[in-house]
Structure formats: C-alpha cells, structure tokens
C-alpha cells in the first residue's frame, strides 16, 4: 500500500503562484512515477503532470507548459508542482497519484493509489 496525501492548495489571484506538495508513505519503494491531475465542478478529471520517480523524466499537459513545473525530492518522498501565472480556469481540486507500473501515462486509469486532494482557487 502507499498512502499520499497533498497539501499547499488555497485561494490566489489571478497572475499568482502555488507550490502542492504531495508527500508518500508505505510501499515507495514500488512507485514507478507520479502524476497530478485536476477536477473541476461538473468536469472529468483532467491530467496535468507527471513524473518518472527515479530518473525525473516529466510530462505536462498542454494547458499548463511554460506555467506548471512538477519534481520531487527522493529524499523526502515529496512530489510537487510549482504552478505560475494562475488563471481562473485553473481552479480545481488537484489530486496527486502513484502508477506502480506505467510510464508518464495521462490516462488516470493506470494510476494505482490517490491522495485525498487539495482545493485551488484562482480568482479573477
């Protein structure tokens, strides 16, 4: 089993930044990458980012490019994402999750453990 669980979410103008953290406990070791994904009201879960744990190789989204970074800290078993230049329709629960066996996938499918989720708010 692995257990995550983020935090850093909160209220923001449009034009700021947040930086969510996402900190694994348990089985790490089995961890193969990582990933954030959002959902807002009414919409499906949307990939934002993920990242190869062991050899930092990343992927994002094409809505968040030159705006989001994502990166962990092995040491602390920390994921993150480093989100500039907020815009209202960044506004959503950010979910961070664990893929034991798949590559940078965007497919929230192949995830096998999720975090509680953090609440972002962009305000216009």
């Known amino acids: 089993q692995v257990q995550l669980v983020e935090s850093g979410g909160g209220l923001v103008q449009a034009g700021g930044s947040l930086r969510l953290s996402c900190t694994a406990s348990g089985r790490t070791s089995r961890i193969y990458a990582m990933g954030w994904f959002r959902q807002a009201p009414g919409k499906e879960r949307e990939f934002v980012a993920a990242?190869?744990?062991?050899?930092?190789?990343?992927y994002l989204a094409e809505s968040v490019k030159g705006r989001f970074t994502i990166s962990r800290d092995d040491a602390k078993n920390t994921l993150y994402l480093q989100m500039n230049s907020l815009k209202p329709e960044d506004t959503a629960v950010y979910y961070c999750a664990a893929d034991l066996t798949s590559p940078l996938s965007s497919s929230a499918y192949e995830y096998d453990y999720w975090g509680q989720g953090t609440q972002v708010t962009v305000s216009s």
């Open positions: 990242i190869i744990w062991s050899g930092g190789d990343t």
